[in-house]
């Protein structure tokens, strides 16, 4: 294996480390966030039209643009505080119960 194999197996886990750290933030506080997101929030979606880059960006820092821009603008369909639409597939034994 080569020092740039290694690298780049050290960049990659720093990367889903820091994915890892930053979703057990979002799930973690979604309690106190407003189910639906700020206009404002919404608003800096726009930040991510942007070109892509030339090269190689550091994948750190697109988790972490992706979850300053982008966590602020989600809806809490995770919290006990969302009444929305039904969401996904039911489990079989739901499904049998209801009909």
Known sequence: MTNKALKGGSELRE??????????????TIGGRSVSPAVEAVAQLRRLHESMPEGPTDA???VAMLDEIGSPATV????????GFV???SLPA???ASG
């Open 76 to 83: 809490a369909t995770q919290g006990g505080r969302y009444f």
């Open 87 to 89: 969401i996904g597939g």
């Open 60 to 62: 750190r820092s697109v």
């Open 94 to 96: 739901v499904t049998a």
């Open 15 to 28: 990367a889903l480390e820091l994915a890892a750290e930053r979703a057990a933030a979002y799930v973690t």
